[in-house]
């Protein structure tokens, strides 16, 4: 089918159509959807048109928020690393994002669909730290109008250069074609090339999780940096011993601490990312030894779940040697922000 003819087909059903690109994008599909948008928005006949497109497409941004919000709810954190590890470039890590969340609040789902990469993680974080439900999707309601409004908005404005453009476009499909591929190519090229490199320039040495266990029982226990985000830290425990901390601030999380003495750096991002990241800026800092642990918090967890020989009968499960369960009636400083944002 032609350009003309698409569009032809998108003037007769817009709504439709507009409702589907826009779920099955927001939901996490490479289909994207401002493009429709704009061509929607040049090809509506009257202002009312619009309006009904409009609504289709913010009805469409919420029933995908809601789905990813009590995926969120129901799965905490392991939905949160389940998309950090579908990220091709493994430098941007969940908790980085989380962080921001955390920081913004409910004003982070209005300006979520414009930043690219957030829009599918605002709303599992927001699930995952009990964020009201009315509230969570009141901003996602409005981010949604945001965001499809500007693009319809748009195309409307420029309805008449719109049209122009799918004309030349139809007269040189294959030429168009060929750039979009180009273009599309070009980008996941640069993205594999930045993961090589990660891997290949940002290797720095590791500590093992038994390692770091033997260590933190002598006399004098290396600084833990904790760089998971707060829903993980809320939903797992604080591991003590250990210290909360952002990528964002770093200086304050290691305070005082003689830069002769060892640091280690801990995350749960694909292939210890954060935490590699973080040791590489504390040596550039002049800290002499700053190692990651190896496998990040799941191989720290693993190594530490005592064997059944040491468990005695009857005793409660653990989540490992250090760790400490939260009781929801004693709410920690990690998860302030959730009850911030549930008032």
Known sequence: MDLVRLSQTLQQDAVTVVFLNVLLQQLGLPVPAVPTLLLAGSLAATPGQIGKILAAAVLASVVADWIWYH??????????????????????????????FVRWGLSSLVIAKFIPGFSTVAPPIAGAMRMH??????????????????????????????????????????????????????????????????????????????????????????LVLDLRGPTMVAATGVIPGAKVAAHDALRQAVGDWPRDQPIVTLCACPEDAGAILAARHLLKEGYVSVRPVLGGY????AASQPSPAEVPPGSPPRLGLYSQPIQPSQPHSADTASITLNK
């Open 298 to 301: 799941d191989a720290w967890i």
């Open 133 to 222: 439900q009315f509230g969570f999707l009141l901003a996602a309601g409005a981010g949604g109008a945001l965001w499809a409004g500007l693009a319809l908005g748009t195309g409307w404005a420029l309805r008449d250069a719109v049209q122009v453009v799918i004309v030349t476009l139809d007269q040189h499909l294959a030429t168009a074609l060929v750039v979009v591929l180009t273009l599309a190519g070009t980008w996941v090229g640069w993205k594999l090339w930045q993961k090589y490199r990660f891997r290949k320039f940002c290797a720095v040495p590791h500590i093992t999780p038994e390692e770091l266990i033997a260590a933190m029982q002598t006399a004098q226990p290396p």
């Open 71 to 100: 995926a969120g709810r129901l799965f905490g954190y392991r939905v949160l690393a389940g998309l950090c590890k579908l990220s091709i470039n493994p430098t941007s890590c969940v908790s980085q994002t989380e962080t921001r």
